[in-house]
């Protein structure tokens, strides 16, 4: 691989509770449950049996992803880093909320949030553009540290959208139609500042009934 290229892994941590309940977890610490730790396993698995050598493994410091990184790390090698810039996005007052919650005590958020207003900002939480700055400005920091290598990014469904949306250049305020779903495997290329979208949503490694559930804010 030429040494200007980084080539990148773009993982969704695995299934939580709240991620079945529709629950926002936004940067609130939640665990994996069962189903989640079995598809760290399988990914880890996959990967490793792939032999594709990864220079570092990095995650979200948040449990969720923390945990499904670490299962990746010692199935390959890999060192594992933590960095706060892959957390999710923080959505303020309304984690800890069902969407239904948020449509009933909170129907102005809710409006805004589904329009994807880019500048909006959920109170004490963070607005998409914010996050969007901030995903970019990680990514390419630690893409530029491995130059022709290739490296694994362990991370939350906003995070993953944002770098998709960079990658394929699509505006932050379009509706989304593409999934993100628990474990899958998003490939890019990094070359200079530019991200190019490789291959989206490998969930080979997983069974059937694993890959149904579609991010939101987790």
Do not use: C
């Amino acid at each position: 691989m030429p040494l200007n290229m980084t080539r990148i892994l773009a993982i969704r941590h695995g299934e939580t509770a709240w991620n079945v309940d529709t629950r926002i977890q936004g940067q609130l610490d939640i665990a994996l449950n069962d189903t989640g730790r079995g598809q760290a396993a399988r990914l880890a698995r996959a990967l490793a049996a792939r032999g594709e050598p990864l220079a570092a493994v990095y995650s979200s410091d948040l449990q969720r992803a923390w945990d499904t990184a670490r299962a990746l790390a010692e199935a390959t090698g890999a060192p594992l880093v933590p960095h706060t810039g892959l957390r999710e996005r923080h959505f303020g007052r309304l984690q800890g909320l069902t969407y239904a919650d948020i449509a009933a005590r909170h129907p102005e958020d809710a409006q805004r949030w589904r329009m994807r207003d880019p500048h909006w900002v959920p109170e004490g939480g963070e607005s998409l553009h914010a996050l969007h700055q901030r995903v970019l400005q990680t990514v390419h920091a630690l893409a530029a540290a491995h130059p022709g290598e290739q490296i694994a990014i362990v991370s939350h469904g906003g995070v993953l959208d944002s770098l998709y949306r960079a990658a394929v250049g699509i505006e932050l305020s379009a509706p989304r139609t593409w999934k993100i779903t628990n474990t899958a495997v998003h490939r890019f290329l990094r070359s200079g500042e530019a991200l190019t979208l490789l291959a989206w949503g490998d969930t080979s490694h997983l069974d059937e009934a694993d890959a149904v559930l579609d991010e939101r804010a987790g």
